[in-house]
């Protein structure tokens, strides 16, 4: 099985900030990866598919990155309402989809 | 506007089962892949299981394999989850999820879960 890691588990930065989430495969998924947010107590939304292509309505502010195993998300310019959880997912393994752990932005 | 709607969920005894619905509606219900992913307090999100569009295919997290079923009807436009056998383990925040398909070598596979309910509280406890 394909297990996703990211890293950090949670960081602090302050408004205005760059913001860099990695993701890492445990063995090749091509650009099979998704990111999605989650913001407190609400359901998880679709940021980023195929590594790097923006969900229709998402702010430019967020980027994807990445092949093979290692994967980036950027937040240029972190903003209050970026407050929330991320996650990456695979599908190249699918029909299996697989999240890796989650890393929690919080405001400095 | 797409909209997913899940009930059923509430406090269960462990050992007993629970039926969970996800409605569907503003779109062609019938032409999407459909998945249901878990959260359980504090934790992060874990993939449970998707069903192909006509139903003949259905998939499981290896761990859950045995106690719970997806299944759908199409002219009800619903996803359901049957749980068995419940654990403290299960409890959990359950989301349905409508699934993009991308074509890969292999041919069509859900991909993305680009539209989630807003999820539905099941909790295991005596």
């Known amino acids: 099985d394909i297990q996703m890691t990211q890293s950090p588990s949670s960081l602090s930065a302050s408004v205005g900030d760059r913001v860099t989430i990695t993701c890492q495969a445990s063995q090749d998924i091509s650009n099979y990866l998704n990111w999605y947010q989650q913001k407190p107590g609400k359901a998880p939304k679709l940021l980023i598919y195929d590594a790097s292509y923006l969900e229709t309505g998402v702010p430019p502010r967020f980027s994807g990155s990445g092949s093979g195993t290692d994967f980036t998300l950027t937040i240029s310019s972190l903003l209050p309402e970026d407050i929330a959880t991320y996650y990456c997912q695979q599908y190249d393994d699918v029909p299996v989809h697989t999240f890796g752990g989650g890393t929690k932005v919080e405001i400095k | 506007e797409v909209q997913l709607v899940e009930s059923g969920g509430g406090l269960v005894q462990p050992g007993g089962s629970l039926r969970l619905s996800c409605a569907a509606s503003?779109?062609?219900?019938?032409?999407?892949?459909m998945s249901w992913v878990r959260q359980a307090p504090g934790r992060g999100l874990e993939w449970v299981a998707n069903?192909?569009?006509?139903?003949?295919?259905?998939y499981y997290v290896d761990s859950l394999k045995g106690r719970f079923t997806i299944s759908r009807d199409n002219a009800e436009n619903s996803v359901y989850l049957q749980m068995n056998s419940l654990r403290g383990e299960d409890t959990a925040i359950y989301y349905c999820?409508?699934?993009?398909?991308?074509?890969?070598?292999?041919?069509?596979?859900?991909?993305?879960?680009?539209?989630w309910g807003q999820g539905i509280l099941v909790t295991v406890s005596s």
């Open positions: 999820a409508r699934v993009r398909q991308r074509l890969k070598k292999i041919g069509v596979v859900p991909a993305a879960l680009e539209y």
């Open positions: 503003g779109f062609s219900f019938s032409s999407y892949w």
């Open positions: 069903i192909k569009q006509d139903g003949s295919e259905k």
